[in-house]
């Protein structure tokens, strides 16, 4: 076996260990009579949430390529978003299948990089948008000790992020990086960057699609807590799709299987929630989305890749 395959295995049995161990000692009796009195109004609304989640974040992703200067049809957006939401099935952290989506919107000409560059802003900006939800939940909650230590790294994030920002106004960056300046890869980020200047009207756009985006995730979180009977606030449920999502990150198993669930129970009991129905929904966040990844899935299996967008020049 190779260096892949093994990391893969070894990614595969911490997912499978991790998912044993949060289901082991649960009250499964407890749980059946949760699902015995589902409520379907809140559950339909939960999976219209979802649902529209394959259509807003196609849409962001457009608005970060048109910040640089690629141009692709939204229908061609989200069969690649959908095709790399089903690969991320077989790739570490919630992230792998971004580099499907790289590969689907690099241009013909031109530099390449921008294509990465869009993914990562698209990423950067929606993580962004989520932290301040969260912090928003967690001032909300400023009584429990989890709500004020996020915001104590929140805040301690910030202010290195206000630092490297400072660094780069002052040119102090600019210079430790002058013998990297006729680099064919420092030249392509500086590139990438002035794209990022001038982003003008796009940058909005991209933060007000963001907020919706995580809005949306929110409000599944929200709504499938009430179809179980479960009281959890607004607030609560952001500092949960706040934590979870952050940790969705971390590369320890395929597509954070396990980690995002118990990071989602971990958070919801340091609420006051309970165990039970906190893994019930993380479980069913995970089934309800595998549906339309196995239709992506489905699709790319059968039909192969969509013919290769080209990207044309967008207007500032």
């Not at 994030?157 to 600019?174: D, E, K, M, N, S």
């Not at 990071?263 to 039970?276: E, H």
């Amino acid at each position: 076996m190779n260096a892949r395959a093994i990391s893969i295995a070894l990614r595969s049995l911490c997912a499978a260990a991790l998912i044993a161990l949060l289901t082991f000692g649960v009250d499964w009796h407890d749980l059946a009579g949760h699902f015995a009195t589902l409520r379907w109004a809140p559950a339909f609304l939960a999976i219209l949430a979802l649902a529209s989640h394959f259509l807003v974040s196609p849409w962001k992703w457009q608005q970060s390529l048109r910040m640089h200067r690629l141009e692709f049809d939204l229908p061609y957006l989200i069969r690649a978003y959908g095709t790399g939401f089903f690969l991320n099935n077989f790739l570490p952290s919630a992230i792998g299948g971004d580099a499907y989506r790289i590969f689907r919107t690099l241009p013909a000409d031109g530099q390449k990089l921008r294509a990465f560059s869009a993914v990562v802003v698209e990423r950067l900006v929606g993580v962004s948008a989520l932290m301040a939800l969260g912090a928003i939940g967690a001032l909300y909650m400023i009584d429990n000790a989890l709500a004020r230590t996020y915001l104590a790294l929140l805040i301690c994030g910030c202010v290195v992020a206000v630092a490297i920002l400072f660094a780069v106004r002052t040119g102090w960056i600019t210079r430790a990086l002058d013998r990297f300046r006729h680099h064919k890869v420092f030249e392509a980020i500086q590139y990438n960057f002035d794209y990022l200047l001038h982003g003008g009207r796009r940058w909005p756009a991209l933060i007000a699609i963001s907020l919706l985006f995580q809005v949306l995730a929110i409000a599944i979180i929200y709504f499938l807590f009430q179809s179980l009977g479960v009281p959890a606030s607004f607030p609560a449920c952001m500092l949960i799709c706040a934590v979870s999502g952050l940790v969705s990150i971390l590369p320890i198993s395929i597509n954070g299987i396990g980690v995002v669930e118990g990071s989602f129970a971990g958070t919801a009991v340091a609420l006051g929630l309970p165990y039970d129905p906190a893994l019930a929904v993380a479980l069913l966040i995970r089934l309800l989305a595998l549906l339309p990844s196995l239709i992506f899935g489905a699709l790319y299996v059968l039909r192969g890749d969509a013919p290769i967008g080209r990207a044309t020049s967008a207007s500032a």
